[in-house]
Structure formats: structure tokens, C-alpha cells
């Protein structure tokens, strides 16, 4: 099959060290994805994401439809020109966005139809239409249409609604345009029943795709559930493809899901935490907003090099959010994205070294230790 690149090299355990290589560049592996809803990770420039080591954005096709549309978008050059980032960029199909519009929205067969939220105008997406948006964007890597079955589901809810992602996923892959350095991931489904993702990893690798996902996760059935549907069904999925877990970003759920065989990560998480002053340190979060870091003076991460622990303290944090500047927003978004690249870094050579498990239990002793106050040591 030609498109992606993939290539396995080393393992710990079913942990799995990669590289993927696509039409705009490669892709190291485990990789997290800062998320770039709508062409842009929120209070980022391009320059400064790919300053944080990043090597691969995720864009959404259902709002990049909206807006500005993925023809505009075509006719000025593609997402990569539009929003100024030359590395690779994924793209969801827009099911998860779709899904989430309740009462505005209508499943059957074809596809969906649903009203902006907008403006309330009515759209269709199928797994025809999803796919032309995704190659109209020129993403690299194009996922197929899914509907992520809600949860809790019953069985017999789970099973009809894997059974309709699998042929949305056999029609998806009939509409992608094969060429070189691109590729299409399709989406494992089945909920939290074994037998459900046994049925939905053999529908799709008899398609054939060039990479595939474990969608319907991190939706509230807990880490332990999360982590056992990872367990038994990513060792299914064929080992020369990555595997991507989609929509899980909590640090420790990262960690785990890599020492279970995932490759590939993406959440709003990180962005989303540093625009309402959370920080993710190598001793838990730590909320900037909190008054015991206005007189402080020490950085938020010293192990960090970001600009917002390079050049600045706690307490200048602190006053910004105070101060509701949006310098704050950017500064801790920045320091939450460099966190999470260094954590991917670690966990990478970690994998190389063989040495994963005394990493994973220094990770979750530094978690669990937790954030000390100015004056009481390190």
C-alpha cells in the first residue's frame, strides 16, 4: 500500500518506539498532537508550536467546514499555506463534532445531517463528503467517518453502531485518493465489549488502511475500562501501522496507553488548560490563579524551557491571569504544550533504553508527590 511511511524501531514490552513519514515531513513516535481546531492551536503561533518540539498538528474537518470552508481553504493554497505550518497535519472526519450536536442532528445510512451551531444553516456529511473536505484541507493523514458510539451504550447500541462505522469506514476508504505521503487511519469502535472491538479490528484491517485508530474512548468510562479496551485490542491492530488513541491527553493516560502500544495522542487538554491557568508539571498541576504564587519567584517547571519558565516567575504568571492579560494564555499554553512534548521525548528514548516501567514509576512519583509551596524546599 503506498501513502504513509511507517517504521517500528525498538520495543519495550508493548511499548513501541516509531517513525512516520509523510508528504510533509516525519513523525516520531509515541507523538502527542496539539489540536488545532479550526487552523490554529489556540493562542499559539505556528512558530512557537513547532518550537516546542511538535511534529504534527491535528485539524477538524467539521469546523473548518463552516468555517471558512475547506474550498476556500483549497483555492488559498491548502491548510499547511493557510495557517503557516509546514509539518504534518492530521485531520478528524468531524463524526465526533457531529455526534456531540444533539437535536441537531439526524443519523441514518447516508450519513449525517445537522444545523450549524452557527448560524442553524443544514449540512449532510457522509463518509464521501468527509473525505473530500479532508483532501480539499491536504491533510496528510485522513481519518475515515465514524459515528463514536456514545457511552455508557448497551451492547446491542454499541454493536449497531460499530457495525455502521465499519461500512462508513469501507466507503470512506473507497473515496480516498491514494498518493504519496498521505494516508488514511481507519477508526476501531465497539464501546467497552471485548468481542465488539475483536470484530470491529478484523472489519477493518480485511479493508485495509494505513494506519488505524481506537475511537470511543476517554467518553467517561473511567481509566481502568479505558486501559483494558486498550490492552486487548491494540495488540490486534497490525504492528507495521501506527495506532492512535484519540481524544485521550491526561499525562498519566498518555503514559499508560504508550506502555499498552499506542503511538499517537491528541487532546485539547493542554491548550485548553493553559487559557483557564492550569499548568502541567513534572509534580502534578499547579493552578497559577492560586494566591500562594503571588510573592513567588520561582518558575513554574524548573526543569522547563519554555519561555514562560525561562523568563518568568510564578508570580508574574500569577499577576497575568489576575490581570486577565492574555499574555497569560499564551505563556502557560506555551509551557503545557512544551510539558507534554518533553513528556513524549522522555517517554521515547525511555522505550530506546529499555528502561520503561523505572520511568513510568519516576513519572508517577513526581505526579503524586505534587507541587511544593515557595520556602519549603525541593
Not at 481546531?37 to 491535528?58: Q, R, S, W
Not at 445531517?113 to 493523514?141: K, N, V, W
Not at 481506537?214 to 490486534?236: D, H, N, R, S
Not at 499548568?279 to 513554574?300: E, M, S
Request: overall charge negative; hydrophobic content about 40%.
Amino acid at each position: 500500500m503506498s501513502g504513509l511511511g511507517f517504521e517500528l524501531l525498538a520495543t519495550d514490552g508493548a511499548a513501541r518506539r516509531g517513525r512516520i513519514t509523510t508528504g510533509h515531513g516525519t513523525v516520531e513516535t509515541p507523538a502527542f498532537m496539539p489540536v488545532g481546531t479550526a487552523g490554529t492551536v489556540k493562542a499559539m503561533t505556528a512558530d512557537a508550536v513547532a518550537a516546542t518540539g511538535a511534529e504534527i498538528v491535528l485539524g477538524n474537518t467539521y469546523h473548518l467546514m463552516l468555517r471558512p470552508g475547506a474550498e476556500r481553504v483549497a483555492r488559498l493554497g491548502g491548510l499547511h499555506r493557510f495557517m503557516g505550518w509546514d509539518r504534518p497535519i492530521l485531520t478528524d472526519s468531524g463524526g465526533f463534532q457531529v455526534m456531540s450536536l444533539a437535536g441537531l442532528r439526524k443519523i441514518d445510512e447516508n450519513g449525517v445531517t445537522f444545523r450549524s451551531h452557527l448560524d442553524g444553516s443544514a449540512h449532510t456529511l457522509t463518509p464521501e463528503r468527509s473525505i473530500a473536505i479532508q483532501y480539499l484541507l491536504d491533510a496528510d493523514i485522513t481519518m475515515a467517518f465514524d459515528e463514536c458510539t456514545p457511552f455508557p451504550a448497551t451492547e446491542e447500541v454499541a454493536a449497531a453502531s460499530m457495525r455502521l462505522s465499519m461500512r462508513w469506514a469501507e466507503r470512506s476508504r473507497e473515496a480516498f485518493v491514494e498518493r504519496p505521503g498521505y494516508g488514511l487511519f481507519g477508526i476501531v469502535q465497539g464501546s467497552v465489549y471485548p468481542d465488539l472491538r475483536a470484530e470491529s479490528v478484523a472489519a477493518l484491517t480485511a479493508i485495509g488502511f494505513h494506519g488505524y485508530a481506537i475511537g470511543g474512548l476517554a467518553v467517561g468510562e473511567g481509566q481502568a475500562a479505558m486501559f483494558e479496551t486498550v490492552a486487548y485490542t491494540a495488540p490486534m491492530l497490525p504492528a507495521d501501522r501506527p495506532r492512535y488513541l484519540m481524544g485521550v491527553g491526561r499525562p498519566e493516560d498518555i503514559a499508560g496507553a504508550v506502555a499498552r502500544g499506542i503511538d499517537m495522542f491528541d487532546c485539547v487538554m493542554p491548550t485548553r488548560s493553559g487559557r483557564t491557568a492550569q499548568g502541567f508539571t513534572r509534580r502534578g498541576t499547579v493552578n497559577i490563579r492560586n494566591a500562594r504564587h503571588a510573592d513567588d519567584p520561582r518558575p513554574l517547571d524548573a526543569d522547563c524551557a519554555c519561555p514562560a519558565c525561562r523568563n518568568h516567575s510564578r508570580a508574574y504568571l500569577h499577576h497575568l491571569f489576575k490581570a486577565n492579560e492574555i499574555l497569560g494564555s499564551v505563556l502557560l499554553t506555551w509551557h503545557n504544550i512544551q510539558y507534554y512534548q518533553d513528556l513524549m521525548a522522555g517517554l521515547r528514548q525511555a522505550i530506546v533504553d529499555g528502561r520503561l516501567d523505572a520511568h513510568l514509576a519516576d513519572l508517577h512519583r513526581g505526579w503524586a508527590a505534587g507541587d511544593i509551596p515557595a520556602g519549603e524546599g525541593t
